[in-house]
């Protein structure tokens, strides 16, 4: 093998020294080729040598490339064979990675194992976008990468990520993406079935979204997240409708006031609330019962969360019947799922009634309004 490096070194020299383009051409056609034939065998010492070698082969090579088909297309070969190559020349990869021209870099970034995360960090923070949709495309990425190639807020890499389920993405990548989603339809299906969404932006994502997007995300949803996103779905729904339309429960409160004073006021009869939907009635209902105030109890039912209603309804002596028709009665559309419901009614179950009277004692007091002097 010495004297085949020797030869090889020697062939380099001349090709330099003759500055013929037609000779470097050949010369890194033919060392590539040499290369591959036995890339698997070579020592680190051997990959060194064809490693000095190309570099400068190409160094000469690029300076032709500007004017030079034949020259360009022979860099675009070189990338192109030694993309999926393993032992490849770590700084002729490099060199390939960074060069202006998509067609020469592109089959590196989206194949190379030889570019480390520091080399796809600075690419993504100064090459164009091209650069960036073919790193975007490998088949592994780790959330250092992903946020570089996010922070420069190109739609595309955006749409190429979300789609790549090798790319791991951050809290604060996914923030990005969310907010782009905004305005983005095909975006914000594409983002909303990704498992590794974190909850609060799903639930963001969903809030911001249209109807047609929400049932596309919906019909698209895998068999594990369907559940979480069709809930997702409701309370977003049921939250956004009570903002938009403010709830004057003034009629509410005179009526079950009424029945309260006539002895109609029970538990078949907030029941009967619940099961109508009838959200007004439902609150001024349960705050008789539970001995509190609708003050207290309207946050409780806004609340995505099911652990505070579920204080009143205990103090109140309701059943499970009732407690989890109290439970969605919150959602003007949907309802919650199977699971969600029985993690309700086990929190339910342990709860006492001595520690719910507590609690619900503690945001009387807390929402009372403050006397000043």
């Not at 047609?212 to 977003?236: C, D, G, Q």
């Not at 009665?329 to 929190?347: D, F, I, N, Q, W």
């Not at 009387?364 to 403050?370: G, K, L």
């Amino acid at each position: 093998m010495l004297n085949a490096e020797q030869s090889i070194v020697n062939e380099v020299e001349q090709a330099i020294s003759l500055g013929s383009a037609e000779k470097s051409l050949e010369t890194v056609r033919r060392v590539t080729s040499l290369f591959l034939a036995s890339a698997g065998s070579f020592n680190s010492e051997q990959i060194e040598l064809f490693d000095n070698v190309l570099e400068r082969l190409i160094k000469t090579i690029e300076i032709r490339a500007i004017a030079d088909v034949s020259a360009r297309v022979a860099l675009v070969e070189t990338s192109l064979q030694l993309a999926g190559v393993a032992q490849a020349p770590p700084t002729v990869i490099r060199r390939l990675a960074r060069h202006d021209s998509i067609t020469v870099a592109g089959p590196v970034l989206s194949e190379s194992s030889r570019l480390s995360t520091e080399d796809l960090v600075e690419i993504a923070e100064t090459k164009s976008e091209q650069h960036l949709l073919a790193i975007s495309g490998r088949w592994w990425l780790t959330e250092i990468v992903t946020d570089a190639l996010l922070a420069r807020h190109y739609p595309a890499v955006s749409h190429r990520l979300v789609k790549n389920p090798g790319a791991r993405v951050s809290a604060s990548g996914f923030a990005i993406v969310v907010s782009q989603a905004e305005s983005d339809p095909e975006l914000a299906v594409d983002t909303g079935v990704r498992v590794d969404l974190p909850p609060e932006l799903r639930n963001q994502l969903l809030r911001n979204a249209t109807e047609a997007v929400r049932s596309r995300l919906l019909s698209r949803a895998p068999p594990h997240l369907f559940e979480e996103i069709r809930n997702s779905i409701a309370k977003v729904t049921a939250t956004v409708d009570r903002e938009m339309a403010p709830r004057d429960f003034t009629a509410a409160r005179q009526f079950v006031e009424i029945l309260n004073a006539s002895g109609k006021l029970n538990d078949a009869r907030l029941l009967a609330f619940a099961k109508a939907r009838k959200y007004e009635e439902t609150v001024a209902a349960l705050a008789v019962l539970s001995k509190s105030s609708i003050e207290v109890i309207r946050p409780l039912m806004q609340s995505l969360r099911d652990d505070g209603v579920l204080v009143p309804c205990k103090v109140a002596g309701l059943n499970w019947e009732i407690t989890s028709a109290i439970l969605e009665c919150r959602y003007s559309t949907g309802s919650m799922g199977p699971h969600e419901l029985v993690k309700a009614k086990g929190k339910f179950t342990k709860m006492t009634t001595e520690s719910a009277q507590r609690l619900l004692k503690f945001w009387q007091v807390r929402s009372a309004p403050t006397n000043s002097n």
